[in-house]
Nanobody, 126 residues
Framework: QVSLVESGGGMVQAGASLRLSCVASGHPSNVPGMGWFRQAPGKEREFIACMNWNGATTSYADSVKGRFTISRDHAKNTLYLQMNNLKPEDTAVYYC???????????????????WGQGTQVTVSS
């Protein structure tokens, strides 16, 4: 069974940094793509960042460009989201997602992903 477990969330002040981790298990060795999404109360889940199968291509939502960085440690089966200069509007539950179907793109759409973690809460105070 594929499992994605996020961690690293917390309560911080504006301007602080956090690094989220997503540990994956039960997945094929070659995963087409991974992504990070977030959802604030009363809002739709939104795309944050993605990475293609070999990590050569990444993409970011405009709201986080220059502040967030997606990366991976293949040996540890872990996906990361480094979040710098956090803002109150970054407050949300953050989810990692995995796409298993073959594709060459870095996918931004929720429907393109097959598995999701349970999420980790990030709260940023002003």
């Amino acid at each position: 069974q594929v499992s994605l477990v996020e961690s690293g969330g917390g309560m911080v002040q504006a301007g602080a940094s956090l690094r989220l981790s997503c540990v994956a298990s039960g997945h094929p060795s070659n995963v087409p793509g991974m992504g990070w999404f977030r959802q604030a109360p009363g809002k739709e889940r939104e795309f944050i960042a993605c990475m293609n199968w070999n990590g050569a291509t990444t993409s970011y939502a405009d709201s986080v460009k220059g502040r967030f960085t997606i990366s991976r440690d293949h040996a540890k089966n872990t996906l990361y989201l480094q979040m710098n200069n956090l803002k109150p509007e970054d407050t949300a539950v953050y989810y990692c997602a995995m796409r298993l179907m073959y594709g060459s793109m870095c996918y931004r759409a929720i429907a393109e992903y097959d598995y999701w973690g349970q999420g980790t809460q990030v709260t940023v105070s002003s």
